[in-house]
C-alpha cells in the first residue's frame, strides 16, 4: 500500500542539520507513526513520503520554507529578570514553556543579563536546512477516529 492521505505510517528517521550533527532520530527505539495528509509532519517532509511505500528509503534535504519556517527576528524578545519564574537557574540554551496568543509554546533562552534575559521563540529547526534519512517501517489505512483527530490512537503517536 502507498502513502497517501489519510493512510497510517510508521518511519524510522534520523534528522540532521548541514553539518553533519544528528539532530533527531527514531533509532533505537519506536518508530514515528503518523496520519498522512493532516500536517502532523513538516511539509517538505510529508511530501517527499507522498506515494512511499513499506521497505522504501529515502534521504531529502528540505528548506526552511518547507520545514519549520524561517527564523523572525521579530520573536526575539528581551524580558526582565523580574517576570522570570523565581529561584530556577538560567542559563543560556534553557527551553520554556510560554503561553502565547498561539498557545503554548516552547522559548529558547538566548542571551543573559544582570536584570534581563533575551528569549528567542522561534522554533529551534527554524531557518534551517533539515536532512532526513527515513524508511518506511509500515503503511496502514487510518481508522476513521485517528482521520477525524489526526492523530495515531495507540501505537507510538507523537507529535513533532
Known amino acids: 500500500m502507498q502513502i497517501k492521505k489519510h493512510t497510517v505510517a510508521a518511519i524510522q528517521y534520523t534528522l540532521k542539520d548541514d553539518s553533519g550533527e544528528v539532530i533527531d532520530s527514531s533509532s533505537g527505539g519506536e518508530p514515528l ?15 517527499e513520503l507522498d506515494g512511499k511505500r513499506a521497505g522504501d528509503a529515502l534521504k531529502v534535504r528540505i528548506a526552511p520554507a518547507q520545514g519549520y519556517g524561517e527564523r523572525d527576528e521579530n520573536l526575539v524578545a528581551r524580558v526582565p529578570r523580574s517576570q522570570m519564574p523565581s529561584g530556577a537557574p538560567l542559563e543560556v540554551g534553557m527551553q520554556f514553556q510560554a503561553r502565547g496568543p498561539e498557545g503554548a509554546q516552547v522559548v529558547t533562552l538566548v542571551r543573559l543579563e544582570d536584570d534581563a534575559v533575551w528569549l528567542d521563540a522561534n522554533h529551534p529547526l527554524a531557518g534551517m536546512h533539515l536532512n532526513f534519512e527515513v524508511s518506511v517501517v509500515s503503511v496502514r489505512a487510518a481508522a476513521p477516529e485517528e482521520i477525524e483527530h489526526g492523530h495515531v490512537h495507540g501505537e507510538g503517536g507523537h507529535h513533532h
Open 33 to 47: 507513526t503518523y496520519v498522512h495528509g493532516v500536517g502532523g509532519l513538516i511539509p517538505g517532509l510529508e511530501a
